[in-house]
């Protein structure tokens, strides 16, 4: 394959966009983990980091916990995305919807819930004290870190998951039964690894995010975490202290590290098994029994995953809730408090989510279409660059941001920095990396040959790309598009740094501000409940979208 | 705090973008500026109640507040020199000092009288004049009613109380690195006990320690909670969280803390009038006075405001146990500042769980030994003790400014004898050990009573 | 490929009895029945959508059908899952899973069934050496070509000594050429084993070439069962006249009694004897290579009817001439038998047409 202009001019695009807002402000912030203090080079700090055993030790508890908690996560994930895609009963696309709302934790009202059910003194423990008399430590240490981390991203997995289970060449399946296998055996020897593209986006996303987490940890008080230790650092008043962008970096080195080691274990097998019109596995009626015991199990998983949610609920009607199972009271008197005084937040969210999610999908496909169908010199380094913001911390890109576009000013007069769009350029930045492994997953399923039948009719690859590529990715560019909007809708770190009105600011910011008072716990938890139910009704009617799309072109080829 | 029109305002300003347009604000110079942007980490609580009063006294000012927390707010401050907001609003006069050393602040002179100028041992304004204070809090400790009484313990009421072993896993305070406030408590008690037995104090209270939050709102948070029943935090908390209806007691102890809440002008603000007017607005009996009200809860600096005080609000000017017992040296703190912080962090908060098992081995030695003493038992115990008391730096060291200076921003004339990170990571290792090796003593100790 | 069988399978009969299916409000199948005998290759044969791929997987338990129930043998299976069945299944995509070794692919069924370590390699092997790709265990399927994925397809359905063999347009993937070779294969693999054999296709000259016995599926029923000569020599009705092969058929009027049908172009055309004459009338069908030509200036002695004619074109098709005649305002086709330095008609030569009365199929209406 030739490269043609169109390819060149999207991928300088790409990278002036990427060079601008990302490498640029970041590396402005990170130089000083190379900086000697005197304007010269040093990787002495690096030196330092490894001989601490404090970073040693933390470094391998972020490795563990990232580890544990795609684990769990995979164990949440699997059986949600292989019950939604295998079978006919109501409530599939409950799940997908309901699968998702753990992405939208909103920032501390989900702590403060999760505390008050599963902490030292949380309902659960207050419970099983009271009746068994003893409690479990669910929250403490790394424990708690995985626990929270595991039911927050396993959407991570669920996603990428159906998607690619929804792609898979029904044939495939059939063949196999056919030779005789079912079940377990089925799922574990064809149908799992024909979805290993999915899988493993989705489990890499979930160790990277993990790994790179920050607000999980400081919550509960754990320090003995990169991030934490990082951001500590970064933030601590008075400090210019280079060993905290030193972690930063180290972080993204590893993050990356993660990233090709996935593409590694993908590599030198053929995936593409996209093909429309036996596609997708067959989907089986349950019987009343199988159907009530699989709902009792999906119930189950959807407690446990949603119970932050549920936890922001109860504090959102409670009134007072301390030390107790469940609030004293309720109320409704928080909700009145947030209409009066801040709806303005909800809009701002919608708007700066939904259009951070659209750049990313679009930046998305255009990457994984570079990486996949050309041979461009340094395509890769996009894909590893927009990758990177992964594990770039919320702070590090709000200083880098407001260092670079400060003195940028705008026609009237205002910097750039406290122009809104800078607040959805940095959600679209951080949030890439998720909208990009979905788009590249997706792809990497489309076989190439459909595309060369449209331009073999004379499609051009512009028409190609927009009438053929695009469709047949549509799910996993969904899938993209969900997890870059529900979660830049509760983003919090970079939000601090770059809202410059009130005005402006979006959810994340205003529940951050009542829950700086003993009385906006009530009303934050509104807020964050506000955020749950408009993000997840967006979601859940994407997917209904999708999902008509779907039923329709599958009764066509079930003829 | 938001107006209805301000999405189209938005679209607005979108369109205006693409159209290159001449559109500059026209200041009128004889009265305030059309407004004031304020960086505050307060609670919107007492925020917003000020720039309401504010805007009633002055219609055709807007008070446009950014809350972020102290640490955002500098870092906001510092990369925003182009066009900076006017004001800086945050309890910890440590964040002012950074500021203040990197030439972001303007001296302001106030017209307010009857502030005098010291409380409690600690200047109420910066003797620089770069910023002002406007309130003081003391610091104490909460609890949570239900959590002690279905835990069946007894109410603490002194920083001594803490240490007993009854409270063993029951108490939680913010990192001093973290919260500025909680900083002055430390350093507080660092001075008023002085350095080796204010850290053996500290330690000991650590040894009760459940959590050290991240943040100074996470310690009334979780007591409100209930998932820890006693936190060491600054008044305000205290009495809002039980203004709000949260279970939750405030005392202070005798040997209280005062602490200040500062404002500040930035450097090239751009309504240096307005900002004034706030600032005075701050300083004046009326503004005092409102610091009275149940939500926010703090104690005003103008001595004459206490004539209005409500009932149960202790009076800083007349009541001598608080904040009096301790003659604060601002140059003794300022020095050792950066360190008290690392050691803190290094010798408590990142090993905590070996410093709390290390007394917990200690607490289960000493009952042992209550009910029957043995001598070789006790002299283990009491070594343990000591090492889990003592810190590896020497009131010397603190005092000695090369040293100090090594947890500091590097400068860059002057080379730091040894790096930062080499003595944090001594101390890490050494903490590892010490409190491993008084486990193991006290656990012994307990072997030998048995 | 080898010429021992190194696979045991016993061929049993499949039954299908009434079976209907329905894809909504969409009928695919009503009524349908037919029996297969134990060891016969079988095909069925139709155009596309008429439902032979839709039965096919029916006996391999995919989809469902509303009523009937099929039988392998005596047993009836229609309530087991597909993985219950024992019947080897061929997919049109040939399915080979891309993840797994050619090895891997052949041997899963093997292992889902938990044959032992070592006959599981000896029968992988066997069946890799039946196909002759026993060099290529260790490639993945992505790495061969579409005819050697085809009969790793064959050979991984085979390796499980299946029942029943099912083979849905296997071949309709590869090149001519090579489709005609694979026919033969599987043919002989089929003869070599002994293993009932049932395949779709949509190609009449695949079918006829390799059925015992096939069925012609159209318009949601079977259209006609039998051996494929008899069933083109002999179709039950226009369609499988036409599907078969090239027919050219004549309207007119059946005269029952002088064993006579008259054409609508006014030529009377003798019927063999012998012939039942219920329910049939209106059209009589014969196949092009049925018309003996002869230049029209030679009165030519054959016997049967003859019709004036005038070439429109000529078709060389290598082995045969095929001529489009204008006969009134009707077109037959005649294929004469070419051989080597022959000359032809060119187009507007008078001819004429003589066809045996044999030859004739009266089609009912």
Redesign the interface.
Known sequence: MRWTTGQIAVAALLAAFLLLFLVVPVGQVILVAFSD??GGVTL??FQ??F????FRESFYNSFYVAGMSVLFASALALPLAYFTVRFHFRGAILIQTLGVIPLIMPPFVGA?AM??LF????SLNLLLDQYFGFTIPIMQ?LNGVIFVETIHYFPFILLNLSAALANI?R??E?????????GW??FR??VF??A?PGYVAGAALVFIKVFDDLGTP??L?V??MLA?QAY?RI???????P?GYVISVIMVAFSLAALWASALALKG?????V?RG?GGL?KRRLKPWEQAAAMALIILILIVVLSPHIGVFLLSIG??????VLPDAYTLKHYIAVFE?????I??TL?YAGLAAAIDVVIGTAIAYLILRTRLVGRQTLDYVATAALAIPG?VL??GY??TF??VE????Q?L??F??ILVIAYAIRRLPYALRSCVAALHQVHIAMEEAAENLGAGKATTVRRIVVPLMAGGMLAGFVTSFVTAAVELSAT??L??????APIA??I??????????GPGAALGVIAVVLVGAGTYLSHRLIERERYQSS?EA?? | MYSRGARLNKLLLALALLVPTLWVPMLQAAELEKKVVIVTSFPKELFQAYAKAFESKHPDTKVEVLNKPTSSGIAYIRETTSNPPDIFWVSAPDAFEVLKAQKLLQKYDTKAKGIPDKIGGYPIHDPDGFYKGFAVSGYGIMYNTRYLGAKKLPVPKEWDDLKKPVYFGHVAISAPSRSGTTHLTIETILQGAGWAKGWADLMEIAGNYATVTERSFGVPDGVNNGQFGIGIVIDFFGFSSKATGFPVEFVYPTLTTLVPANVGMIANAQHPKAASAFIEYLLSPEGQAMLFSPEISRLPVLPSAYDKAPAGMPNPFKDASIGAAVKFDTDVSELRYALVNSMFDRLITFRLKELTSGWQAVHTAEAALKKKPNAKASEQVAQARKLLTTVPVSAQQAADKNFTAIFKKAKKDKPVPQRQAEIEEQWDTAAKQTYAKAKELAESAVKLAK | MSATAPLSVQGVGVTIENISVAFGETRVLENVSLTVNPGEFFAFLGPSGCGKSTLLRLIAGFGEAQNGRVLIGDTEISQLPPWKRNVGMVFQSYALWPHLTIWDNVAFGLEQRRVPREELARRVEAALDLVGLKAYAKRRPAQLSGGQQQRVALARTLVIEPQVLLLDEPLSNLDAKLRVQMRHEIVELQRQLGVTAIYVTHDQEEANAIADRMAILHDRVIQQIGVPMTMYDNPANAFVAQFLGIANVLEGELLAREQLFRTRLGVDLALPKNLAFNNRGRRVMFRPQAIALTGASGSAPVSGAQFQGRVRDAEFLGNIMRYRIAVGDQLLLADVPHRRGESYFPANTAVDLAIEPEQLVLLPD
Do not use: C
Not at chain 1, 235 to 241: E, K, N, P
Not at chain 1, 410 to 413: D, E, V
């Open positions: 203090g005197a002495v700090h330092d980091f001989r601490t055993s404090l403060v505390q008050l902490g030292r003194n949380g240490g060449d044939a495939m059939e063949a196999a039964q056919n030779m005789g296998a079912s055996q089925l020897r064809i690894p024909l290993l400081l919550v008080n320090t003995n934490p500590l933030t601590s008043i008075g400090l210019t202290d060993i097998k053929e995936y593409a098994t093909q036996g067959a009134t007072i809730w301390s030390f107790s005084e801040s709806t303005g937040f809009g701002n708007l702070v709000g200083i407001l260092r400060y003195g705008l026609p009237n007069g910097p920095a406290t809104w769009v601090l740094l809202v410059a009105k009130n005005a402006d910011y205003g951050y501000v009542y829950m700086q008072t003993a009385a906006g716990r009764l079930n003829r």
